[in-house]
């Protein structure tokens, strides 16, 4: 009866890989709440000097123009809306009296971008401290350490910008710990057959960016922007107790994982990974490899484009469109909630399409690449072209950030599939790569927009982008593939020296290795737990 008893509890124990899926889910989601809250907060923080000027100029000029306009274009919804915004832009009620700091555009550039600086730098350290710590050290001290600094942000502004710029890059070189890190553990836990759609966890980032904007919108309204960065550093805070109570490593140090589960984890999860726990980092093949270069010039692209919608397009609503913060909030918000759906339904549709040998995996990871990459590209441009259009472009806005989570079912997945023992590593250069997008993107809009009223200008922007994001998807297209390569097998390297001490492997044992083990695909002593 009581064999029985416990074998009832285990079948409604949840599984723990579900488990794992919301909490990479829910920390992906935290930890761009605390990356894009300030994209949208120094939209109050900073005095703008046109405010009761030029802004309103371009407001009442966008609706008195508006009728002269509507000969040849539909300009009919364009209209109304105008009305409505302007109206509520300069006459809606005033948020809490915050200070409001005379920060030049320049100095918004270097705040926005300074996340990105220290965040491609630690990519590396985040793949190597990883193999040294797991991941469940890595990811959750990441986030405590970025939850911390978003705390102590609105004090840091009342002192001086370089201050905020400090605790920004501090923020960035933590986050950039936590993608290694959630990569890393991807191996170990998840079988083949359902990697693609573990992976759409990683898209909780989406959910996080369309909780950001109307989350800030309503806070700065009726409480100042302060409380915005307090109530994220807060939510970042709590997040943190819950991954040091139920995260784990491996399936082997979870304690409450079921017999069931954790024997279907051993028996789909490749010889190849358990053996790969003892291997030495082979940094040079890496670096020399295709296929790695492939897969992070490509997600360059998809980067650029990705916060050419993240990181422009609150002022562009703003400035272009004259919506208030909160409808501000809602707009640039809303395509990246819907965008975590249509990321799992990618990631769906390439595990069926795998699964039913329809197309090689190769081949599955092309596709989507290029419906991350391509769509976006046409339509970024697109909305430049469409000007004030504005039902049009929301329209093509929604649909461009939608497909772009496709990638997650392309290139981004490629990852395990070429290196599936070196994932996280492997992960760290090619963001190294692409990540260098994400603060080269606004310094150059920042470049190129010095008049932020001028729709020509943005034009230039998103020009840019369409051009960047489909070109690199063409790298890709000649070089990627989905074969695991030579230098993922846990096999003696001449290429790796003895004294490259950085690169060991050292945690998240699943075997007891030691140093200069050969490994033998027909002998089963090494294979215990």
């Known amino acids: 009866m009581e064999s029985a008893h416990v074998h009832v509890r285990d079948k409604d124990r949840i599984p723990a890989r579900l488990v794992l899926y919301f909490l990479s889910w829910s920390g992906f989601l935290v930890s761009f709440v605390m990356r894009n809250d300030i994209n949208f907060a120094l939209v109050a923080m900073v005095q703008d000097p ?27 919804y364009t209209l109304s809306m105008a009305n409505a915004t302007t109206t ?56 405590f350490l970025t939850a911390a600094c978003s705390l102590l942000i609105p004090h840091a502004a009342d002192l001086h910008y370089g201050a905020v710029i400090l605790l920004r890059s501090v923020q960035g070189f933590a986050s950039g710990l936590t993608w290694p890190a959630m990569y890393a553990i991807v191996g170990y836990w998840i079988p083949p057959v359902e990697r693609s759609r573990f992976m759409s966890s990683f898209q909780g980032f989406s959910i996080g960016i369309g909780l950001t904007y109307p989350l800030c919108g309503f806070i700065i309204a009726h409480f100042g922007w302060r409380q915005v960065f307090y109530t994220t550093g807060t939510i970042g805070m709590v997040w943190c107790v819950f991954w040091y109570l139920l995260a784990y490593n491996t399936p082997q140090e979870h304690p409450r994982i079921t ?29 020399t490899s295709m296929p790695v270069w492939a897969i992070g010039l490509t997600t360059f692209g998809r980067i650029w484009v990705h916060y050419t919608f ?28 819907c965008s975590y759906l249509s990321s799992v339904l990618f990631c769906y549709v390439a595990d069926l399409l ?9 081949n599955v990871r092309k596709l989507f690449t290029a419906l991350s990459q391509i769509v976006p590209g046409v339509l970024v441009l697109l909305v430049g072209y469409l000007g004030y259009q504005i039902v049009t472009v929301l329209i093509l806005w929604f649909i461009a950030v939608t497909f772009i989570t496709a990638s997650y079912a392309g290139a981004m997945a490629n990852i395990v599939d070429i290196a599936p023992n070196l994932a996280g590593p492997v992960l760290a250069f090619a963001q190294t ?51 695991i390569q030579s230098w993922n097998y846990p096999v003696p390297d001449p290429e790796v ?10 945690n998240q044992p699943m075997i007891k290795v030691e140093p200069g083990l050969k490994f033998d695909d027909d002998d089963d002593e090494d294979d215990d737990d």
């Open 497 to 506: 020296t003895s004294s490259d001490d950085s690169a060991v492997i050292a």
């Open 354 to 362: 795998m699964d039913n040998k329809t197309l090689t995996l190769t």
């Open 259 to 287: 017999p069931e589960e954790l024997e279907y984890i051993e028996l789909n999860v490749s010889e190849d990974i358990k053996n790969g726990q003892g291997m030495r980092v082979p940094w040079r093949r890496i670096f």
């Open 50 to 76: 046109s405010a009761n000027t030029t802004g309103s100029d371009h407001c009442n000029t966008l609706v008195n123009d508006m009728p002269s306009l509507e000969e040849g274009d539909n300009y009919n």
């Open 88 to 143: 509520v832009l300069l006459d809606g009620p005033a948020s809490i009296d915050d200070i409001k700091f005379d920060w030049d555009s320049t100095v918004q550039a270097v705040i926005k971008s300074s996340f990105y600086w220290c965040y491609v730098l630690s990519q590396v350290v985040g793949g190597v401290a990883t193999q040294y710590f797991g991941t469940k050290n890595v990811f959750g001290w990441s986030q």
């Open 433 to 483: 790569i692409h990540m260098t997008a994400s603060f080269l993107q606004p310094l150059v809009t920042g470049f190129m927009v010095t008049d932020s009223q001028n729709i020509n200008q943005w034009l230039h922007v998103f020009g840019v982008s369409s051009v960047v994001a489909i070109s690199t998807y063409l790298i890709y297209q000649v070089f990627g593939t989905a074969e």
């Open 310 to 337: 993240i990181m422009s397009g609150p002022e562009y609503m703003q400035k272009i469109f004259c919506f208030d913060i909160q409808q501000n909030g809602l707009l640039s918000g809303a395509p990246f909630l």
